[in-house]
């Protein structure tokens, strides 16, 4: 029977119920890499923030970036740990709206985020004289203050249009309040509630991508006119870690996104999910640390003091 949502206080999520036998499994596995992906960002964070070394434009957004993983990820894994536990569980009218708030708010701060750090990169190699004069510490400040603002726009706007339409339906197919999922529950015509989720797609993770396109662009072709192979080399080394981690986020979040309604699998949905609100947090410290020397070498200075002082 329809009921519209008005006349309701919660949803519920049903999470990974196809595959119940699996949950003690899946729990312990997603529980492992919450605490892995905490604590990867949270060192990050620290080493970034004690070794003055790195108290440098690109690594002040780093910083930025390990900060919204970890709120990205808590404000999605929790819920999903609650249901594996329980099975199917309770959201609150109230709960479900400030969840898929706070997953749109830093999940398009983190799209403007790697663009802002694009920026940073395209400056650093196109014009380095003029480095530190361009990316001072005002403009990295509002460049930050910008993705929140953008953050913070699209979550509301995209939240109170999606909650002041009425709803046939309170079973959301999914271990969060995630926007397709949502749409499914939409009574009579959908379509223009799927166009508005693909203006947000488009404004959201197609905006800042042409922008890092365009810087990678100019990168690239700066890089290409150096005359030394060494040049070359180390410039395209300080752009490979954030390559990666923009390869991981907005491929995951296009193809969840930039896909029309009628495509729609919930096992796919859900699988995607997974990748990029678990998979992608966890990866991008390690892909940092690994792929960067600076970093490494504080690593490795700040595990010998600890040596250090155990001794």
Known sequence: IPVNLSEVSEFRLLGFSEVSHLSPLLFVVLFSLYILTLMANTVIALIINSDNTLHTPMYFFLTQLSCLDICYLSVI????????????????KTGCAMQMFFFLFFGVAECFLLSAMSFD????????????????????????????????????VHTSITFSLPFCGLA????????????ELLCGNTSPSEIQVIVVAVFAIVGPFLLIIYSYIRIISTILKMSSAESQKKA????????LVVTLFYGTASSMYLRPKSSYSA??????????????????????????????????????KINFVWK
């Open 121 to 156: 990169r395209y400056v650093a190699i196109c014009y380095p004289l003029y480095y530190t004069i361009i990316m001072n510490s005002r403009v990295c400040k509002s460049l930050v203050a910008g993705t929140y603002i953008c953050g913070t726009t699209v979550g509301l």
């Open 172 to 183: 959301i197919n999914h271990f969060f309040c995630e926007i397709q999922p949502l749409l």
């Open 267 to 304: 096992s796919v949905d859900k699988l995607l999910s997974l990748s990029y609100t678990v998979v992608t947090p966890l990866l991008n410290p390690i892909i940092y640390s690994l792929r960067n020397e600076e970093v490494k070498g504080a690593l490795r200075k700040r595990w010998r």
């Open 77 to 92: 894994v929790p819920k999903i740990l609650e249901n594996l536990m329980v099975g199917t569980i309770s959201i609150s």
């Open 236 to 243: 395209f080394s300080t752009c490979s870690s954030h390559l």
